[in-house]
């Protein structure tokens, strides 16, 4: 038997129950249109501290997609409402925003097209230091 008790796997089932009823909310507030989804996972590309992203800093977010039409990229944190961070049309089979994250802590970003939301992707969000295009994170 593993060494996790049953309360914490118990707590995470919970939070990944919240976080997709928040996907699940967001996706019905979409007006629905092509069958086509995110073809894959958002990716906040490698932060440069390469474990963690800092507040403050800037990333590129990016999704492939298979359709046309607007993509939006949202932040979500379970038991906290969903966070808008923009919304692009895709060139070729990429949809791209920049990214801020703005609080410290453990969330999912992911992204919806034509109501269809694709996989939450977890991302470890720290305090970010620096200037000039430079920022790390620990």
Known sequence: MSGESLASRSTRAGLVAALMSVIAGVTMLVA??????????????????????????????????????????????????????????????????????????????YAVQNGKASQPTLVKVRQGYGSNGTCLAF
Do not use: N
């Open 32 to 109: 629905p249109g092509a069958h086509a989804a995110p073809a894959g996972r958002v990716d906040a590309g490698v932060p440069l501290s390469s474990a963690v992203y800092g507040t403050g800093c800037t990333y590129p977010v990016t999704v492939p997609v298979d359709s046309s039409g607007w993509v939006e990229f949202w932040e979500v944190k379970p038991g906290l409402p969903a966070r808008f961070i923009g919304r692009d049309l895709p060139s070729g089979a990429l949809a791209s925003v920049t990214w801020v994250p703005r609080r410290i802590g453990d969330k999912y970003l």
